[in-house]
């Protein structure tokens, strides 16, 4: 009975470390649906940032290599396809 106990216990710190680690993409998920002005999901929400951050890995650094930047262009192409997908 104590290993039950310790169990459920256990359980319910997991379950209450994934509610805390999930709300920061709530947040951001709650953002983008206001900005939107329509419902988006997660998978939607992870596809904006993919999307954003394969724009911003290509266009910041101004000392990549030539074929660095091409291979960020085309990460950002493709996760703008996926994105595009989604919705």
Same mark, same amino acid.
């Given at each position: 009975?104590?290993?039950?106990?310790?169990?459920?216990?256990?359980?319910?710190?997991?379950?209450?470390?994934?509610?805390?680690?999930?709300?920061?993409?709530?947040?951001?998920?709650?953002?983008?649906?206001?900005?939107?002005?329509?419902?988006?999901?997660?998978?939607?929400?992870?596809?904006?940032?993919?999307?954003?951050? #394969?724009?911003? #890995?290509?266009?910041?650094?101004?000392?990549?290599?030539?074929?660095?930047?091409?291979? $960020? $262009?085309?990460?950002?192409?493709? #996760?703008?396809?996926?994105?595009?997908?989604?919705?």
């Amino acid at each position: 009975m104590e290993k039950q106990i310790t169990l459920q216990g256990t359980w319910m710190l997991v379950e209450n470390v994934k509610k805390v680690a999930n709300r920061p993409m709530e947040w951001l998920r709650q953002y983008y649906s206001s900005v939107l002005e329509r419902d988006i999901n997660k998978r939607q929400t992870w596809s904006l940032i993919e999307v954003q951050t #394969a724009f911003f #890995a290509g266009v910041m650094p101004a000392d990549y290599s030539l074929l660095l930047r091409a291979a $960020c $262009c085309l990460w950002f192409y493709l #996760a703008l396809r996926r994105y595009r997908h989604l919705f």
